[in-house]
């Protein structure tokens, strides 16, 4: 199916994330899934190392940063992630679930480096024998037990799927004991509709507490059932299967949501419902707080009211900050900190809530040591730091305290009946003063760094982009257009401009014939930096021309540059000191003024045909493929030396790589080394012995205050962020490698040294991509001498961040491209041979098809192809700093840009809008600052600039533009080419229409202090320009309170004043959404954009709307299009073809129909309709008898989501995506038999896509 449908852009949201080691060693990943895609990250400075210095002498921890590590695409939408550690592995096995009952363990594999699957389950069978294939199925949700002994998989309502693990690490072959179900109902026969589990922290067996509602209800239905949810907690006996029941609570408030887990030393759990939150442990009775006044009225639970707060917990997501405090997103964005307050017999008798910031509207919470990761799937994911602001931390009450041993025998001596219970505990144990006095902690948080998501995609339009420069040719054979898509609700909202190519901002043009390559070197003097490119030199096939770049470009007439044979490579020497010219026949050395300061002539036989610099060297390749290397020494001078290279096999490619990654090294790097996990492993059973050492400290307390507090692991020494950005920034010295290619595939990696050559890494038939590429040197006898490999140019290239991510790219002669990225190599393997480079490469996964298509010409009355074109050798260019961008650029037929930012992560994007580029250079200068030059094939230099408002670290260059509200619909109006945009903001409002038996009343609804108010949806319509991405002033238009768009499309009526009758104008459908007991109206909006004279400095007000139509309908308008210049709508169950006359709609026909009408398409005179439940049908307009008809319908149920038509040469077919994310291909097929008759559709195609349809465009 890769054939007919392909992913172009991954999925960017964020729906889950955990924090866990996945490669293993010390260092902890943080892991998200979104949709289909699982990345995995690091946290790294955001930082170098001078500013370090700054902030570590200010006593300021540095700021951390999300690199991007590794990206896998999965065969399914992750459900649900966990992370468990499993005796005997330095790395953590991941849990991961899919629909709708299957489950897969993975691990890191550092041998293949990539995801080994370690086992794989499905309980699906279970539901279909026991549910039947149509109940509804529920997420399944993975919870793992604290202490790593079994999970746990909530499946079909009312079923669980226990895992459990191994205990010992004997059993290689298989991390899991066999799974098994456990039918709820069969523990406690009211046990049904779970709505969540989780395991308890602290107890000796897997103990899960289960939430569930066994009848339901609803907010309209609690004045006769309410408390409807109940807790269950049960006992899990893996290894005999016994499962009892050892604690419960009954008639919990209707609107429990979920379960928090509470970490030892308080253990217990958080019920969190919409409306309040209630702490729960065993043997001690819950407490619980409302956090607004509706919990009052829809509860008989005992609530405490928390005082001042008027919030909502629904679509909260919350994590443990500490063991005592919990970090809650709310739904609108809010971060609030709740604190837990224990005393001395560990029961939460106060809970303190402060709100703390507002962000991202949050999917998931997960804590990264002292930072916290938002993930969102509305809005851009966020990475916050967070730290208190009052250092004084209270001593936790319960842990300080401890029976007062020496006042033991008063106790017998007393009378005490007259003391209460807590005189007696004060007695004891001493006055609880901190539990009373205790301040919580406030905390900060301050945004790091940010994952940009351009999801979820709502509508999409395709328009005309306005900052497309004229120089270019517009008979491209690709359209020029960007894709508009709305993104995001609520604050969130925005809308994202999407390009598929790079256009580059001209500065200016200049025709230059037979020019075949270009370099630009700077020339610095007096050792200040060179800041500006100084020349510029362009090399023809027996010539080369010299231009001084300043101010303007002038061609020099008198230099030291050889301009009477054509250049094969210029660069700089010497901290840019120095240029060195290397021609086929002599290399020259210049200063900064063009002086020659030498020249090395070549032999006759040293014809040299490409070159590689990296200051100090030079490496040149000669036409019959031997290797000379030039050293750059102090006294200005070039030395040459002819490595020992010459072997059976000729060099066809060489390249030179300066590292300050440390990965090219002799020797593997002592960080995160085996024995650090082999120690972890060993010393499992020591602190499982301690913990039952420390059961006494925890049910009776100790006085050493600190040891009682949760300590993190004490195997892991605790890998703090200041240790971190040390062993990050730890000295790397640049080393200097020389890397070639020969004829029979061999790649061979050579240390440089002064004037020392050494053979480092060898591996064979590199040319044949094959995933890893290993060490492995091998005798010159056994090497292949007849394979003959077509590679043709090669680098090594430092990107990512500090460049410490080296890329090794390969091009073939037919322009295949080989990526291939450095990684260390694996220690089991290291062999004992000396100066063996310990590094591997893995091969990045890419789509780029460079190959230029063959060209056919009649001659003679036979097709005969071109000859194609002689491309230069170097067509990798590698770039520092275009518009603060670091990468590679790939010429030929095909140009792209390879960008990898400190985000880690691999982007190529082409640059297809001007054609076949012959040569490319950067170009940093006065008048074209962090620059580029290029020359296309019709020999046209641009000088260039790369637009900044676009975000090239995507996987299309992509503009994300906030709009702070909910965008509804979108589309795209050619004639004044600008955007129409439907949106809408939620305001709370105390206001609610009522039924009074004739007609509805507005009233308003008074309520307390503590009452969250709804919100309701208000909308606008407005013009947004292409150019700016800003709203055209004077242009919005309000709708009426609760009023929301349901169409928004453009649409060709009749229209006398225009030559082909027809005009185009905008066309709004409505519905008044007052509640369910008043019916549902709504409105159609004709509207015109006519131009006017703009205000004086306002260019963009040349467009105005026009209302040319405003009037009810007698039902809801849920969808509206246009048929043979008439207006069609959807109203209620019927749809009406109306004209417009005199700004007025005439009715023309109308028909009965299904359920609810939601989209209406038309193509010439058939109108395709789209059921909410009902498929879809084609409907048929009759001019001449003015009639509507059904032609064909699909008589099957179908819940449809988005619809278009399909056109393959003369075949016309319609797409339909319906909920169940299949796409779903149907055709209209009289004469086929099982149309009866052309009444049914034919369901020619279908496949399942994975994520929802919502929208679609043609486009050739």
């Excluded at 909202?493 to 790079?502: D, E, F, H, K, S």
């Amino acid at each position: 199916m890769f054939s007919l449908f392909k992913q172009s852009y991954p999925a960017t949201s964020v729906e889950h994330a955990i924090y866990c080691r996945f490669y293993g060693g010390r260092e902890k990943n943080l892991v998200v899934a979104g949709a289909n895609v699982l990345r995995v990250f690091r946290l790294i400075p955001n930082t170098d190392e001078k500013m370090l210095r700054k902030e570590s002498a200010d006593g300021q921890p540095p700021k951390m940063k999300l690199e991007c590590l590794a990206s896998y695409n999965l065969f399914g939408k992750v459900m649900s992630i966990a992370a468990v550690s499993l005796p005997g592995s330095s790395q953590d096995t991941i849990l991961m679930s899919f629909a709708h009952a299957k489950l897969s363990l993975i691990e890191y594999d550092p041998v293949s480096d990539n995801l080994k699957t370690l086992s794989l389950h499905n309980f699906e069978v279970v539901s279909i024998l026991d549910e039947g294939i149509g109940s509804n199925h529920k997420i399944p949700e993975i919870r793992v037990d604290p202490e790593g002994r079994c999970a746990a998989l909530l499946i079909f309502r009312n079923t669980l799927a226990i895992l459990p693990f191994r205990k010992d690490s004997a059993h290689d072959s298989n991390v899991t004991l066999s799974s098994y179900i456990i039918k709820l109902t069969d523990l406690e026969e009211r046990v049904d509709n779970v709505i969540d589990v989780q395991f308890l922290h602290g107890y000796y067996e897997p103990t899960l507490i289960i939430l569930y509602e066994p009848v339901g209800t609803f907010p309209g239905r609690i004045a006769v059932r309410q408390d409807t949810c109940n807790m269950v907690a049960v006992s899990l006996n893996t290894q005999q299967r016994v499962h009892p029941i050892i604690w419960s609570l009954n008639s919990l408030p209707f609107d429990c949501s979920q379960l928090l887990p509470v970490p030892k030393p308080l253990g217990g759990a958080l019920i969190m419902a919409v409306n309040s939150v209630i702490y729960v442990n065993q043997s001690v009775p819950p407490y619980g707080v409302s956090v607004n006044s509706i919990a009052d009225h829809c509860t008989s639970f005992p609530l405490k009211p928390y005082e001042g707060s008027r919030i909502g917990l629904d679509c909260a997501r919350a994590a443990f900050l500490q063991y005592d405090r919990v970090v809650l997103s709310l739904k609108g964005g809010e971060l609030y900190v709740l604190t837990l307050f224990a005393d001395s017999m560990r029961s939460v008798r106060k809970f303190h809530l402060e709100k703390a910031a507002a962000s991202v509207l949050t999917t998931c919470l997960c804590i990264c040591d002292n930072y916290l990761f938002l993930g969102s799937r509305l809005g851009n994911s966020l990475l916050l730091a967070f730290q208190t602001k009052d250092y004084n931390q209270y001593a936790t009450p319960f842990a300080a305290k401890k029976p007062k041993m020496e006042q033991f025998s008063l106790l017998f001596d007393q009378e005490l009946d007259h003391l209460d219970e807590e005189e007696i505990d004060n007695y004891l144990y001493g006055e609880d003063h901190e539990s009373t006095d205790s301040k919580a902690i406030s905390y900060q948080f301050e945004v790091c760094d940010s994952l940009l998501n351009i999801g979820p995609c709502g509508q999409m339009a395709v328009g005309e982009p306005a900052s497309t420069c004229t120089d270019f040719d517009k008979k491209s054979p690709d359209p020029d257009v960007e894709i508009v898509t709305t993104s995001g609700y609520g604050k969130n909202g925005a809308i994202c401009v999407l390009q598929r190519t790079m256009k580059p901002q001209v500065v200016t043009t200049f025709e230059l014939p037979e020019v075949s390559d270009m370099f630009t070197v700077f020339a610095s003097r007096n050792n200040e930096d060179a800041i500006m490119h100084t020349y510029l030199l362009l090399s023809r096939a027996d010539s080369t021309m010299v231009l001084q770049t300043g101010q303007e470009i002038n061609e020099m007439d008198q230099s030291g540059f050889s301009v009477t044979s054509p250049t094969i490579l210029a660069a700089n020497l010497g901290n840019n000191r120095f240029i060195v010219q290397v021609c086929p026949t002599s290399v020259r050395l210049l200063d900064a003024t063009a002086t020659v300061i030498q020249e090395l002539v070549m032999d006759s036989d040293f014809l040299i045909t490409s070159a590689s610099a990296s200051d100090p060297y030079v490496a040149v390749l000669t036409e019959n493929g031997r290797i000379g290397l030039l050293t750059f020494v102090e006294g200005s001078q070039l030395e040459m030396i002819f490595p020992v290279l010459s072997k059976n096999s000729p060099v066809v490619c060489v390249c030179l790589y300066r590292d300050i990654s440390g990965l090219f090294n002799t020797t593997i790097p002592e960080t995160d080394s085996p024995e650090t996990t082999k120690l972890h492993t060993a010393n499992k059973s020591l602190n499982a012995k301690k913990e039952m050492d420390d059961e006494e400290d925890y049910l009776y307390g100790d006085t050493n205050t600190e040891e009682s507090r949760p300590t993190e692991d004490k195997t892991h020494t605790k890998f703090t962020p200041q240790q971190k950005v040390i062993d990050y920034f730890r000295e790397i010295k640049p080393t200097f490698w020389l890397s070639i290619i020969r004829q029979n595939g061999t790649l061979e990696i050579y240390s440089l040294a002064g004037q020392s050559v050494v053979e480092t890494f060898q591996t064979v038939h590199v040319h044949l991509g094959h995933r890893l590429i290993f060490n492995m040197k091998a005798d010159e006898t056994s090497l292949p001498s007849s394979t003959h490999c077509n590679i043709v140019e090669m680098g090594i290239f430092g990107l990512g961040h500090l460049h410490r991510r080296p890329l090794l790219m390969i091009r073939t002669s037919d322009f295949g491209v080989l990526l291939y990225e450095a990684i260390p190599a694996l220690p089991v393997y290291d062999s004992k041979q000396k100066n063996e480079l310990k590094i591997r490469f893995r091969k990045l996964n890419h789509s780029l098809l460079l190959r230029e298509t063959k060209t056919y010409v009649r001659k003679g009355g036979q097709s005969v192809v071109l000859e194609p074109y002689a491309w230069k050798t170097n067509q990798f260019k590698y770039f520092s700093n275009i518009a603060g961008y670091t990468g590679v650029f790939i010429g030929g037929p095909y140009p792209h840009w390879l960008f990898m930012t400190s985000r880690g992560e691999l982007r190529l994007h082409p640059m297809s809008i001007d054609g076949s580029i012959k040569c490319f250079a950067c170009f940093h200068n006065v008048n074209c600052a962090q620059g580029f030059i290029y020359l296309n094939r019709k020999d046209e230099l641009r000088i260039c600039l790369l637009p900044t408002l676009f975000n090239y670290d995507a996987p299309w260059p992509v503009r994300k533009v906030p709009l702070r509200c909910t965008p509804h619909y979108l589309i795209y109006h050619v004639e004044t080419k600008t955007y129409i945009l439907a949106t809408s903001l939620a305001e709370p409002t105390n206001r609610i229409y009522r039924f009074n038996g004739d007609d509805k009343e507005l009233s308003l609804e008074e309520r307390d202090d503590r009452f969250p108010y709804p919100h309701v949806e208000k909308f606008a319509i407005q013009l947004i320009s292409p150019v700016t991405w800003e709203a055209v002033p004077n242009t919005r238009m309000d709708l009426d309170d609760w009023e929301h768009v349901t169409c928004l499309k453009t649409v060709s009526l009749e229209y006398e004043g225009h030559a082909s009758g027809l005009k185009d104008y905008l066309a709004v459908s409505t519905n008044y959404n007052y509640g369910e007991d008043i019916i549902s109206r709504g409105r159609i909006f004709i509207l015109d954009l006519i131009e006017v004279v703009p205000e004086p400095g306002q260019p963009l007000t040349k467009n105005k709307i026009k209302t040319l139509y405003a009037k009810d309908q007698k039902g809801p308008v849920a969808a509206i299009s246009s048929v043979c210049g008439y207006l069609v709508a959807a109203i209620g169950q019927k749809i009406y073809l109306w004209q417009l006359k005199n700004d007025d709609l005439v009715g023309i026909a109308f028909i009965d129909t299904e359920i609810y009408i939601h989209q209406l398409l038309n193509i010439k005179s058939f109108i395709l309709a789209a059921d909410v439940y009902k498929s879809v049908s084609i409907l048929r307009f009759q001019e001449e008898y003015r009639t509507l008809c059904i032609v064909a319908r699909d008589y099957q149920p179908l819940e449809v989501m988005a619809v278009d038509y399909y056109i393959d040469n003369t075949q016309l077919g319609f797409l339909v995506s319906d909920a169940e994310k299949n796409l779903i291909l149907y055709m209209y097929q009289p004469e086929a038999r099982e149309s009866q008759g052309g009444h049914r559709l034919i369901r020619k195609a279908d496949f399942h896509v994975g994520q929802v349809v919502s929208t679609m465009f043609r486009i050739k």
